[in-house]
């Protein structure tokens, strides 16, 4: 009795396995066997993980919006190899189960580049799904070192990592003669590197790594913690949200010192939420964004004659992962996958917002590019490049 | 130590004015209302929404009005309790729990996201800000804001414990509460008041959502969350069901959290005060101030 029903869904599922094998080589154009004599065709697929929902939402346009305009971009010329990109995005919602979900939704709708990831707790998990499938991935904004550490091969960061963040930081601690620097996380991937590395870089200067709880509205506790060592010097590795209530809590608490925040709490909201007052003066570790881009007037024309809005954090790195990919998949001549990690591993000297581009043995950048940021008036500011 | 204990009872104030509303609807038809939480972040939007309309408020004048935006908050959130009530809850009734309880997450999400279709997934910062400066008192340092909101959340309880002790809406709360069918042979409309009991509830906690966005500026349609475990957790420490208890509960669960961020730091707390709860529900599963059990079959 109980074999027949076992039996018809295991032959279900070899039913849509092989639908799946066949749509795969009708649609898709390799991965599997030599089809490079046969011609492509369809679009390519550039697949997006981006937050559209959850605490993190807010970033999720200002990446799709700079990636649409490059794949815009790029068939107004024609395409690569005379086919048209095509942008598939999907909601990971910066949450490890929403992203498994999210990636294994994008592998079925056979993209072929994976260009999206911004939180990198939520990017982690989806690195052995593009992987099974074959697909590179560049990863626009998601840096945390757990994410190159397990040596993938088809995994590339064009974002500085959460070790040159923390290099960048320690820099700024010693040129500003901070003495006592208080660490603080929220116990996530991305953020729990930054603080750990930069505790390991300042050394005895570090005198308290305090996690806090994301997502809450009172960090009352924790600032007591922080202020009971005295630091000269608080830097926050997380996101935001929770960035600008405690820069807020922390002023309000008698902080008098100074306050730095990690690239992920690079946003106009930050300044908000903290209100003026908090906000001023509040430093940010932070690769090129828009506003600090030299030369980028033409394109940040282009972005706000499109979307009606600002471009924001990045906008620029997901413009340049997509550009990225074009490049990748017209050297490689096809959308095979192992071909474009190829292709990948060998650009030298590709043109992006940061600089030339090569990657380390690693797939990380060779510079990170990490700038020093100061909220002026409400918003940020170049306060120094670090070069 | 004095600042500890003051983080604490701050605190523990909003999750006390929250789990209230857990704890009476508990009470009265044995419902975890998991939707509870994100009346809260409803009471917050809502009085966001009311000073928007209001247009600029000059900060001398914050306070009075601030009050005035509460009280409608209050009201207007007590209405959407009692229309979640209507549809959400009331056609269960009889159900059996589990559906009841699939109900209730399912109104949370629809809470939630409801909200972001209207206000957008990016946080929102209250246009009057409960700031001031300092004072230190015995050590710790609060604000003239803090007292006010813990006093306004002082009088929301004891006028609630009244209003439950004292007068026949209580009375036929309580009589719900030990046995709802025999209730209703002695004459009490029991809808009615269970419609009431949701109305007060969630206008309490839409109070709070208008005091932590006042106090604490960043309101989002996530915000309701968290707290609404916390309160759920502040409730069962105390006693589910029980005002004073869910009060105490409040009140005790902000002084762990505190207090477990001091002595084991921030990553220890959520462990610390959760594996309390943990051992409240073997050694005590009544809570604090908990009824007997036997009251409540």
């Given at each position: 009795?109980?074999?027949?029903p ?14 799946a ?21 369809g ?5 997006m993980?981006?937050p559209?929902?959850g605490?993190e939402?807010?970033?999720g346009?200002y ?7 490059a ?17 598939k995005?999907a ?18 709708e ?8 911004y939180?990198s ?6 690195l ?9 991935m ?9 994410l190159v ?6 995994v ?16 700024w601690?010693d ?13 996530t991937?991305y953020?729990?590197d930054?603080a750990?590395r930069a505790?390991n870089?300042?050394?005895?200067k ?5 996690a ?10 924790n600032?007591?913690n922080?202020l009971a ?6 830097y926050?590795t997380?996101?935001?949200q929770?960035?600008?209530l405690i820069?807020?809590?922390l002023?309000q608490?008698?902080?008098k ?5 990690a ?8 300044a ?19 506003e ?6 033409n394109?940040?024309?282009a ?5 009606n ?5 990045y906008?620029?790195q997901?413009y340049?992962?997509v550009?990225?990919?074009a490049e990748?998949i017209t050297?490689a001549?096809?959308?095979?996958g ?5 292709a990948?591993?060998?650009v ?11 990657f ?5 950048l ?5 700038q020093?940021?100061v ?7 170049l306060?120094?490049p670090?070069? | 130590?004095?600042?500890?204990v003051w ?14 509303g857990?704890s009476m ?13 994100d009346?809260?972040?409803?009471g917050?939007f809502?009085?966001f ?10 900060s001398?004048?914050?306070l009075p009005?601030l ?5 409608a908050t ?5 209405l ?10 009331r056609?269960l009734?009889?159900a059996?729990r589990?559906s ?8 949370s999400?629809a809470?939630e996201?409801?909200m972001?279709v ?8 209250y246009p009057?800000?409960l700031?001031g ?5 015995f ?5 003239v ?8 959340a002082?009088v929301l ?5 009244l209003?439950v ?11 719900i509460a030990?046995?709802p069918r ?17 109305f007060l509830?969630?206008a ?7 005091m ?5 500026g960043k309101?989002?349609?996530?915000m ?9 957790t ?9 005002i004073?208890?869910?009060m105490l509960?409040g ?13 084991l730091?921030?990553?220890?707390r959520d462990?610390?005060?959760f ?7 073997t050694?005590r599963?009544t809570?604090l101030?908990?009824e ?6």
């Open positions: 009795m109980r074999a027949t076992l039996k018809s869904l295991a032959s279900l599922t070899f039913a849509v396995l092989a639908l094998g066949c749509s795969q080589g009708l649609l898709g154009d390799g991965g599997t066997g030599d089809q490079s004599s046969a011609p492509a065709q679009p390519i697929v550039l697949g993980l981006i559209q929902s605490s939402a807010a970033i346009p990446m799709s919006n700079a990636a649409q305009l794949i815009d971009e790029i068939n107004a010329k024609g395409g690569v190899l005379g086919r048209k990109l095509e942008l995005t909601d990971d919602a910066c949450d490890p189960q929403s992203a498994s979900a999210a990636a294994n939704k994008l592998v079925t056979g993209v072929h580049v994976s260009v999206g990831g939180c707790g939520a990017t982690l998990p989806t052995p799904i593009f992987g099974r499938a074959n697909i590179p560049i990863i626009p904004a998601a840096n945390s070192q757990e550490d397990q040596k993938l091969k088809h590339f960061l064009i974002n500085g990592t959460g070790s040159q963040q923390a290099a960048a930081a320690q820099k601690v040129k500003q003669g901070a003495e006592s620097v208080a660490l603080m996380h929220d116990n991937s953020s729990k930054i750990v505790q870089l300042l050394g005895d570090a005198v308290i790594v305090e806090v709880t994301p997502k809450e509205s009172d960090y009352s506790a600032i007591t922080v060592k005295k630091p000269d010097f608080v926050w997380g996101y935001f929770e960035g600008g820069a807020r809590q002023r608490a008698g902080y010192g100074s306050i730095m925040v690239d992920g709490a690079v946003s106009p909201k930050l908000e939420i903290a209100g003026d007052e908090a906000a001023e003066g509040v430093y940010a570790t932070m690769t090129q964004t828009p600090t881009l030299q030369g980028a007037e394109w940040i024309a972005y706000k004659k499109k979307y809005a600002d471009p924001g954090p906008s620029n997901s340049d992962a550009r990225l990919a990748a050297k001549g096809g959308t095979d192992a071909k474009v990690i190829a990948l591993e060998a030298d000297g590709f043109p992006m917002f940061s600089g030339p581009l090569k380390t043995p690693e797939h990380t060779a510079n990170g590019g990490f020093i940021l909220v002026k008036d409400g918003a940020f500011a306060q120094d670090l070069a | 130590m004095t600042q500890l983080n604490g009872l701050f605190v523990g104030s909003f999750y006390a004015l929250v789990a209230l857990y609807v508990y009470g009265i038809i044995k419902l975890l209302n998991f939707a509870h939480g009346l809260y972040m409803l917050a809502t009085g929404a009311i000073l928007g309309a209001a247009g600029g408020v000059s001398s004048a914050a009005v009050l005035g935006v509460l009280l209050m009201v207007i959130t007590g959407a309790g009692v229309v979640l009530e209507r549809v959400a809850y056609p009734r009889g059996p589990l009841l309880l699939i109900t209730a997450v399912g109104a999400f809470l996201y409801g972001r209207v206000a957008g997934a990016d946080p929102r910062v009057v800000r700031g400066t300092a004072l230190e008192v050590g710790a340092r609060l604000t804001q803090q007292l006010a909101l813990v006093a306004v002082v309880m004891a006028g609630l414990n209003l002790t004292r007068t026949r809406e209580g009375r036929a709360m309580r009589a030990l046995d025999t209730s209703a042979l002695m004459g009490i409309d029991v809808n009615a008041v269970i419609s009431r009991t949701f509830g969630s309490l906690a839409g109070a709070a959502g208008v932590a966005g006042a106090y604490y309101i989002d349609f996530l309701g969350f968290l707290i609404g475990l916390k309160a759920f502040a409730a069962v420490i105390g006693g589910i069901g029980n004073p208890g869910t509960g009140l005790l669960l902000g002084l762990l959290e505190s207090f477990g961020t001091f002595w730091g921030g990553e220890w462990v610390f005060a594996g309390v709860l943990i051992v409240f529900l050694v599963p809570g101030l908990g007997r059990v036997t009251e409540r079959v």
